[in-house]
């Protein structure tokens, strides 16, 4: 066989010894060799191949598939921009720290600088955000398999991190078969189970290096990062007596998560009996405007071990490492009435939440999010979207333990979200999968609903909550009564776009849901992937979060 053949074989019988279950492949000529050994490769069953014809779809799909399975996953593409698309989805996976590889098909080096079509220098390109692997080109002698395979197996070492990798690597023509008898190494003859290099283990991190006094009141906020860390961290709250308020991806507080947090953090001002002492900070917390206000008005100190660790006012002491139960001897005492205090203002604060939500027309973001994930059947998992839908949640829904709840949170970029929630749905097939998504976001991604008739289609129902343009804008700034005059055209968007022809056009079931009961009944799970639009009017969304906040305030705190 010809050195690029014979390399890209090596390469995909790597991946699969690695146990990178899951790789996704987008056309392209310069990568068809791995194109071709990893279509042997799932043939064979040592890995699961997708195909998708949009590059930055394929790279959120793969992110999607690695946090679902809990292994990094690859996403392969030709040369040129093709790369280039894959950048928004290494960002999200660098700062969330999700172990993405991607595997760039390169020219050669004598073609660079030449004016050849699709090349670029695309080493590095990801820098600093993904870690390079860059291969050398195939040759024809031996003595390169070891080469090749510990090249791939320190790149899955370093995926297995938490760190986005790109292998690169160079084929020269012929770039489909020409098999030659004796030419590389035979690759026959080891054990499946055997690996051919040894993959480092991944890192670990000192248990805990807190040395500092915590204080009986004490207020816990959990954003997303590692869920063993978190709960290890919320066993600590629990035993302490110390109030918890978890963003949606960060549920392992479980009944001690108080619902409506972020809205009680933005009325402490009317109740001084409830302010910190302290505020410990696990994982990286990036929804809440309350959240961040309690920075500076208490000491902080934030608890992990990712480098984008949330502290913009530079206020925190960070503690790299665990916060677990054996810190708990550095409590100062125990305040019994600490705890209740906070769990009787969450009480009536969702008492009112529910009572307003009730009471407003129906729909609006903020019920559509009480109701989606109050309906969801056990074991489900469930994406939000960025924007609104992970913020309405954070704001009204009840904390659920039994959900598997997500987010793109590294960047929190609206791009890639549907791809982000199919990969998903496939790498966890057995749980019913849904996704809670706002227009443009849906709109954004769109070509993630393009899935190749051979190609295995999710478990996902896609709530679309359409308000017909960025609704989130309209709760800040630029949303305000004195610049109406420009805010449509460049804040509101609105599009037009008619959901239940462009999902014709992908041939996936569409369906509009006009009462709370209609959407209850389109949540029951089914199979195959579908989408149900809810149509929601943006005009009506700053005055409903005022009148939410003030309600809040006054049975809470009144």
């Known amino acids: 066989m010809n050195p690029s053949t014979a390399q890209a074989m090596v390469i995909a019988d790597e991946l699969a010894r690695n146990d990178v279950r899951h790789v996704v492949v987008c056309p392209g000529s310069r990568n068809a060799p791995l194109s071709m050994a990893l279509v042997d490769a ?13 590059e930055r779809s394929a790279a959120f799909l793969a992110m999607g598939l690695a946090v679902a399975t809990g292994r990094p996953a690859a996403v392969v593409c030709t040369s040129g921009t093709a790369v280039a698309n894959m950048h928004p ?16 098909g390169d020219r050669p080096p004598e073609l660079h600088g030449s004016g050849a079509n699709q090349t670029i220098d695309q080493r590095n390109l990801f820098a600093p955000a993904a870690i390079l692997v860059d291969f050398p080109v195939a040759e024809r002698r031996t ?15 370093q995926a297995e991190s938490g760190r986005p990798v790109q292998i690169n690597v160079p084929f020269r023509e ?30 670990s ?14 207020l816990m906020v959990v954003g997303s990062g590692r869920p063993d860390r978190a709960a290890a961290a919320c066993e600590v709250a629990m035993r302490a007596g110390w109030p918890i308020i978890a963003e949606p991806v960060a549920t392992t507080g479980g009944a001690s998560v108080l619902r409506c947090g972020p809205l009680l953090l933005g009325s402490l001002d009317k109740a001084p009996d409830l302010r910190p002492e302290a505020v410990v900070v696990v994982g990286r917390p990036t929804l809440s405007r309350g959240v961040r206000g309690l920075m500076g008005r208490a000491p902080v100190y934030g608890i992990g071990d990712h480098p984008q660790w949330t502290d913009p006012q530079y206020v925190a002491i960070h503690v790299r490492g665990w916060l677990d139960t054996t810190d708990l001897g550095h409590v100062q005492g125990h305040d019994p009435e600490w705890l209740t205090s906070w769990r009787t203002a969450a009480e009536r604060a969702a008492t009112a939440v529910d009572k307003l939500l009730e009471e407003d027309a129906w729909p609006s973001g903020l019920r559509i999010a009480r109701d989606i994930v109050d309906a969801l059947p056990s074991g489900a998992m469930l994406f939000l979207g960025s924007s609104n839908p992970v913020r309405d949640v954070d704001l009204v829904a009840e904390t659920r333990t039994d959900l598997a709840i997500h987010a793109n949170r590294g960047v929190a ?10 990969g998903l749905a496939l790498g966890e097939p057995d749980r019913p999968g849904y996704a809670l998504l706002g227009d443009l976001t849906f709109l954004h991604d769109s070509n993630g609903l393009l899935i190749g008739p051979d190609e295995a289609r999710p478990n996902l129902a896609i709530v679309v ?18 610049h109406k005059n420009s805010f449509e055209r460049v804040f509101g968007t609105p599009h037009g776009a008619d959901l239940a022809a462009l999902c014709a056009g992908y041939r996936v079931p569409h369906v509009v849901a006009e009462s709370p009961e209609q959407l209850r009944d389109a949540l029951r799970p089914r199979p195959g992937l579908r989408v149900i639009e809810v149509r929601a009017d943006r005009a009506r969304l700053r005055d409903l979060h005022a009148r939410l906040r003030a309600a809040v305030a006054d049975a809470a705190f009144g």
Do not use: M
């Open 89 to 104: 989805a290494v960002l999200e996976s660098y700062h969330a720290g999700i172990g993405l590889i991607v595997i760039s």
């Open 465 to 482: 909550l359409n308000d017909d343009g960025g609704g989130i804008f309209s709760l800040l700034e630029q949303g305000a009564a004195e």
């Open 413 to 422: 970029g609206i791009d890639g979200n549907v791809s982000a929630a199919i």
């Open 42 to 54: 799932d043939a064979q069953g040592k890995l699961k191949l997708h195909v998708r014809v949009d």
């Open 143 to 157: 003595g390169q398999n070891p080469v090749w395979r510990g090249l791939v197996c320190r790149a899955v070492a």
């Open 205 to 218: 991190v000192a248990s805990s290096r807190v040395d500092f006094p915590l204080p009986a009141r004490t």
């Open 174 to 203: 012929p770039l489909v078969p020409t098999f030659e008898p004796n030419w590389p190494e035979e690759l026959e003859g080891r054990p499946d189970n055997e690996r051919w290099t040894t993959s480092a283990p991944p890192r």
